[in-house]
């Protein structure tokens, strides 16, 4: 088959791979996939722990820390309180791992915050929860990295002046790994979860054998107490803004809802029963944890980390199993960042499919992942790394905003749902965007669930966002509206762009009457003279224009052009203020202004090719700048006419 | 005149200033001057010496201190060393200053190492020449620069942390001040370098008369003993160390004989007159200044400088004269980089003509002046005082050696072209490059002092590069070679482009045969349509290529282009791996591989201009990605065609 001489549609199927040069990349994140590829990269319930829920197990490694560092302002009564808040913090944890179990049936391609928002409150919810949930993604990876970090620099304190670079090269190591897909980086990433969560089990059930067994004593030689940060607050506000930083614990519950189409078949199920699973581990351990710190008066501090006292109070002193502790805090900190790196790229996919975000968001590269999202979430979460030099403290308030704002619209968002629901007759089915309505009897108490989780979630972001205004909180608070107002723009630019390409009602364009070539020349050469072949072959109506600096290079011009120019027009332009495009550009406006309706012009720029690309720098870039400067102008096109040298 | 019915050559004049949006320009540095203004820009011997001599001048800031830096090894002994030290130096002065005198007359167009070393001993040195200078003139504006702000940070210790942005900020002010012309500078910076010169003085007179009168002191509370940095030799190495850091002070010599062009008619008496002023107040005030240092006992200090202590042993306290030197010796030094501000973007223009640096260094700016270098200048020293933080110490051992190399090329230069000279008959005449060889018949005596100034200095920089060759000399050292070879690089791109374009015994091109245009399309709307109706006047051979990733997407765009597509063939390449380029430059390349001789291929791209520039970031420029991929394809020529979506 010949394709030029083909006539008609032709359709060509083209196994272009990445060209050879790109070969590192493949030796990077592996051989490219082919789209039919697809629907083979699911997981089961086993991996799915391992992918989605190390950010909200992770969290158990620096939430009753946090508490504690609020707390100790009252002293050794401080240890009261912290078990009772985390009681407290679990009970929320039982609300919104519930409302959640009411989403994921519901929404068997993705319940996210986002999702859910759109379908049932409209599309300015739908926008904050993006914006709140994107933030937040960001922020997950930065906490998690800078804590993970934290723990290595603790052990290792000759590190400390490296870690923010540590930390960017953990974050470019989690990228590269998402790069080459989800289940090989779920492989990868399910041993480490598993030895967490085996390790924190042992050190909770061995501390609480020893303490009801009365051989639990206090920790030995804890670090000296540091000096308070934040307003010295006693009584409700005190104990809130403990609260508040316990709350920490429940970021990275959503993941699971919103990776759904994650999973294997049945994902509804598997995906709902790994949020169960991992709500018990997550409650337990953080239930274990609190009511151990308390009775070991572990003192918080950021020489020694809570979970460190802990450990080698419950296994007396600094051994095996001490060190096995540490090292699965840190690795799992450090791939907590993973489960934002599942979910970052695909709400950035979804938000850009729905004309939110740039369109590029939605191609998925050559392994069948949304690479651009990948790279993007590295690139600002390193930033934030760089910006507030790896530290957790000045993280910390920051975070948690965004998943409470989040959590709140998705329970109002099935609680409204439950209200349509109820309004079908038995047996009927409305579908929906993302999901389909079908009658439920159930749907009183479901509503109830979630419209209680959306009250309790709605309260304690406002709570948050009190206590920690003015540490961080605000921050976030900027942020979130000044993503709405971004997603708005882009999306109006889209449907606008839509609405002037669209073809109905179109009458076409009228026929181009006269076509005029115009030639920027700086001398006269070979280079001028295949712009000027070239142009032969576009029109007759040549002019070339010369811009004239030194009027004896201006000369030299004329009489180049007179033997080698073909007879064609040429204008010189003197330009005693030495500027060169701006003289052109009033030149092509002035005949722009004269010209015949119907009539384009075309202006032939000659460029050589060097041969080397630095070469390139040794020259103007004419053809650059004017179609920088006459973008706006209609019926004006440029053309570059490269001549390789070689 | 209707410039469109023009036939032949039309020549017009345009009196395009700036364009009203660049009035901010304007503000900042004046109005567009015409090239005919050029030759009223010129100054006298008053404010040349304020323009030149600034950067030799302030050297006696530093230059007895670091001498004393080195010396404090010995101890006590140090005072005793340190005015013969200062001795030399002065001799030095007056040789180095003899052989330039020779050189001002010989070169009325600016006789820099340059200038003289291309005219008399050949390309490479010459070359060498040019590296060194540059090199020296960004160091000169880096080193004065910090030691400026070294003296405001002295006296104001809290602007400590922001000493690297002060001394950006000293170089942006200018900067901006040269970019609106010499004269206007000149003038101010008139004032504080005769100030200068009179506190200076007053407090060398002064000390002098009160050292005299048996009623001078030692320095009380002097700043306490540093530890020293670098070997601690005694014997001659140390005092050739010593004499090494003491030549800091002949840096700036040069400036005037490469800045004479500057100067009003007779413009090589004015430039010599002011050399030799200039080198009687450096050599008088190093003389003073070393003299009354040793005598105080000042030692040598970051915490204060050898000035203050000086000054303030003089003045009996920090009272009115105290604060004047201390002003004057911080602004003088901020100035003296105004000296390499004069001459570093004068010489690159003379390089870019000789084709050594790129052409757009040759350009000058709306004020007459090369903008461009300037800036450039601004960059690269900001550079490296953010590299250095600002330190006179990190930044002093990497200059000197720039300065005595091109000492020596032109003292070489010089005494090579007194020979020449000699060779000449009485009245005889020859036009060289940059100068007229007359014969002299005291060019026996003229060549004994260049040469022997050349043996001098030629000796001063092997003891510095030998004496400071760890403490960094070695970057100037790896620098000044790579400079060469990049100029070499440069140059023969030049030469290879114009053998390469020149008309010379050149056939012309052969007449185009065929002309195919290939339209790549995302989908079919008005854009496309505007890219088709331009094809169409370009050539009748016209194929729409549609790149599938989805393959409803693809269906789409053959039932619309079947309705809209005007009968013309369409490709559509199906992408299973989702690239979108790659397939795309295979078939192009395959269309190539069929073409007949001569047949140029046009690709014309539709692109939509939307109204806001950021809007372009939620597209994929596919253009400019075409443009770049085959750029070394022959005859083939990428087109946009801009479509305005308002």
Redesign the interface.
């Known amino acids: 088959m ?3 001489d ?14 050879p040069k790109k070969s590192w990349r493949t030796w990077l994140i592996g051989r ?5 590829d697809a629907p083979h990269q699911t997981i089961g319930v086993l991996i799915g722990l391992a992918v989605f829920a190390s950010d909200a197990l992770s969290s158990t490694a620096y939430a009753t820390q946090e508490m504690l560092v609020i707390l100790m302002v009252l002293g050794e009564r401080a240890y009261d309180y912290v078990f009772p808040l985390a009681v407290g913090i679990v009970i929320l944890l039982g609300i919104v791992t519930l409302s959640y179990e009411q989403t994921v049936p519901a929404y068997p391609n993705g319940g996210g915050a986002y999702t859910v928002s759109r379908d049932n409150l409209g599309v300015l919810p739908s926008k904050i929860a993006a914006s709140a949930l994107l933030t937040d993604y960001i922020l997950t990876v930065s906490v998690s990295i800078s804590s993970g970090v934290a723990q290595i620099v603790s052990a290792v304190p000759d590190l400390f002046p490296y870690r923010v670079w540590i930390a960017v090269g953990f974050i470019a190591f989690i990228m590269v790994m998402n790069l080459r897909g989800v289940k090989e980086s779920g492989r990868a990433f399910a041993i480490p979860t598993y030895f967490f969560v085996i390790m924190m089990y042992l050190t909770v059930v061995v501390g609480l054998i020893r303490y009801f067994g009365g051989n639990l004593g206090l920790v030995e030689n804890p670090p000296p107490l540091e000096v308070f940060h934040g307003t010295v607050g006693v009584g409700i506000f005190l104990i809130l803004r403990a609260f508040s930083s316990g709350t920490a614990a429940l970021t990275g519950i959503e993941a699971i809802s919103n990776g759904i189409p994650a999973f294997k078949e049945p994902r509804s199920k598997n995906a709902g029963t790994t949020l169960i699973i991992m709500s018990l581990i997550l409650g337990s351990l953080m239930l274990g944890i609190s009511f151990l710190s308390g009775h070991i008066r572990a003192v918080p501090s950021e020489a020694e980390t809570v979970i460190s006292q802990l450990a080698r109070t419950a296994f007396d002193g600094r051994g095996v199993f001490y060190g096995g502790v540490i090292i699965a805090t840190t690795v799992i900190l450090i791939m907590a960042a993973n489960t934002a790196f599942a979910d970052f790229p695909r709400l950035s996919a979804i938000a850009a499919s729905d004309g939110l975000l ?3 968001l939605t ?4 392994r069948l992942v949304y690479s651009r999202g990948i790279i993007l979430l590295a690139l600002v979460s390193s930033l934030l790394i760089i910006v507030f030099q790896a530290s957790v403290t000045r993280l910390i308030p920051l975070y948690a905003v965004g998943v409470f704002l989040s959590f709140t619209l998705s329970q109002t968002g099935m609680a409204h749902r439950w209200w349509k629901i109820s309004k079908l007759k038995e047996g009927e089915e409305i579908k929906e965007h993302s999901s389909i309505l079908r009658y439920d009897p159930n749907w009183l108490i479901k509503l109830i669930i979630n419209g209680f989780g959306a009250v309790c979630t709605g309260i304690v972001m406002l709570v948050f966002a009190t206590t920690k205004f003015v540490d961080g909180a605000w921050v976030v608070i900027v942020i979130i509206p000044t993503l709405v107002f971004i997603f708005t723009g ?1 999306e109006r ?2 449907r ?2 839509a609405s ?4 109905e009602n ?1 009458g ?2 009228p ?2 009457a006269r ?1 005029r070539v115009i030639i920027p020349i700086g001398g ?4 001028t ?2 712009a000027l ?2 142009a ?4 007759d109506d040549i002019t070339a224009v010369h ?1 004239s ?1 030194d009027p004896q290079e ?1 000369e030299r011009v ?1 009489t ?2 007179e033997t ?1 120019g073909d007879g064609r ?11 060169f495009i ?2 052109l550009l ?2 092509i406006e ?2 722009e202004a ?1 010209r015949q309706p119907n009539e ?1 012009i ?1 202006i032939v720029v000659p460029e ?5 690309w630095w ?1 390139s ?4 870039q004419t053809a650059l700048t004017l ?1 920088m400067a006459l ?2 102008h ?1 019926d ?11």
Chains 1, 2 share one sequence.
């Open positions: 010949n394709i030029e083909q006539t008609g549609t032709t359709v060509l199927r083209r196994e272009t791979e990445a060209k490219p996939l082919p789209t039919a740039p369109r590029q191609y998925r590269g050559s882009i630019h889209y606008h762009l002037k390409l669209s073809l179109y076409g364009l026929q181009i076509h006269v050469h070979r280079g003279l295949a072949r070239y032969r072959t576009l029109s811009v600096i201006a004329r180049k052009w080698w027009r040429l204008v010189i332009l003197e330009s005693p203020y030495r500027l701006e003289p009033e030149y002035e005949i004269l384009i075309t050589f090719v060097p041969r080397h070469a720098l040794l020259h103007t179609r973008l706006f209609k004006i096109v440029i053309t570059s006419v490269p001549y390789q040298v070689d």
